[in-house]
């Protein structure tokens, strides 16, 4: 249930109101508003509605949240999208485009240290770098694990790009809090409800992939999950879907973008370099994100492709990035918005 406010109701009256729900157990969020205050009741509807609270001081009235995800729902008093600074950039608001660039595994410290000077040199926002990968063979790569970590802030220290990284494990998240400017939560992880509720309590950003398999439902009520815990920086990201089609690696779900915007108040950022597994596809599908109203973009690029310990033939050769950066950040000009 969503308790709106009278404008101009007292602080005290707020403040009554918030007491009386969290009294029953549910869980309250109070979001003021340029006009009125919103109070966010999650959980017991039929007790909430039982309270009587259009007879308290200042309320105006009380509505029920219909979508079956309640944080991330625009139903939730945000009727502006939600927008949010990571180290000076700003995500999300409908004015930037992110661009996070960089390999899809952390290899070597040249190779890092090479790719980030090169996507910052082409206009990326962030950097990005897996430390500890996920990958459907045990027998594959998994990442260099910390001393990744210690070669992202090395290249975070060298070009000043923020670092966005994956967690994995529970047990990893001191260091990837320590190290990371924005925590990924991958794809499989999706619906690994016990990492989100960590990820939420870790203090940073949390750029969260749909699942291959998940709906948007599903992902918004994941997203539920990181934000409950009291941390609003969550940025989504569309990143393919499993259908029947197989000559792409996953179907990138473009229309998932323009519902998201409907539906939610996040962020919402498109990676083509997965849904494609083909780096020839990762242009023309960029230019669709940025055209179709994405904030931004998360891709892969290697230095040396060929090479790559995984996710190699999908990944945008470090040479061409600007080129393709310009490219991107001329589409999301369309739409009135720059670089972030
Ligand atoms: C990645 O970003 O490198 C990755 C593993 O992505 P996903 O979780 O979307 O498969
Ligand atoms: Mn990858």
């Not at 549910?26 to 508003?33: I, R």
């Not at 949240?65 to 990571?86: G, Q, V």
């Not at 619906?191 to 948007?216: D, F, H, M, W």
Request: aromatic letters at 4%; hydrophobic letters at 45%.
């Amino acid at each position: 249930m969503m308790i709106v406010m009278q404008p101009g109701a007292a602080e005290t009256e707020v403040e009554a109101v918030r007491e009386r729900l969290a009294q029953t157990g549910v869980h309250v969020v109070v979001m003021p508003g340029e006009l009125t205050t919103a109070i966010g009741a999650i959980g017991d509807p039929e007790g909430v509605g039982e309270l009587g609270l259009e007879g308290m001081a200042g309320v105006d009235r009380v509505v029920p949240i219909s979508r079956p995800y309640k944080l991330a729902s625009s139903e939730l008093s945000h009727h502006e999208p939600s927008r949010f600074d990571i180290a000076g950039r700003t995500v999300g608001g409908g004015e930037t485009f992110c661009l996070i660039a960089g390999p899809c595994t952390v290899e070597s410290r040249e190779g890092t240290l090479a790719v980030a000077e090169a996507v910052r040199e082409g206009g990326a926002s962030m950097l990005r770098g897996g430390a500890y990968k996920p990958r459907t063979s045990p027998f594959a790569f998994k990442g260099l694990g910390a001393q990744a970590l210690e070669l992202l802030a090395e290249a975070r220290e060298a070009t000043g790009l923020p670092v966005v990284t994956e967690l994995l494990d529970s047990g990893h998240a001191e260091a990837i809090e320590a190290h990371a400017d924005v925590v990924q939560i991958g794809a499989r992880n999706m619906q690994n409800y016990a990492l989100l509720e960590v990820a939420g309590r870790l203090g940073r950003p949390v750029l969260l992939k749909r699942g291959l398999s998940s709906t948007l439902d599903e992902l918004l009520m994941a997203a539920d999950y990181i934000l409950k815990e009291g941390n609003e920086k969550v940025i989504l990201c569309e990143r393919g879907i499993r259908t029947f089609e197989t000559a792409t690696r996953f179907t990138l779900d473009l229309g998932a973008v323009p519902w998201l915007k409907l539906h939610t108040h996040l962020p919402v950022v498109v990676d083509p370099s997965h849904a494609a597994g083909d780096r020839r596809l990762v242009e023309p599908l960029s230019r669709g994100a940025a055209a179709v109203g994405a904030d931004g973009i998360i891709v892969e690029v290697h230095q040396d492709p060929e090479h790559a310990l995984c996710d190699g033939p999908q990944a945008l050769y470090a040479s061409g990035f600007a080129d393709y950066a310009g490219t991107v950040a001329a589409h999301a000009g369309l739409l009135g918005k720059r670089l972030a």
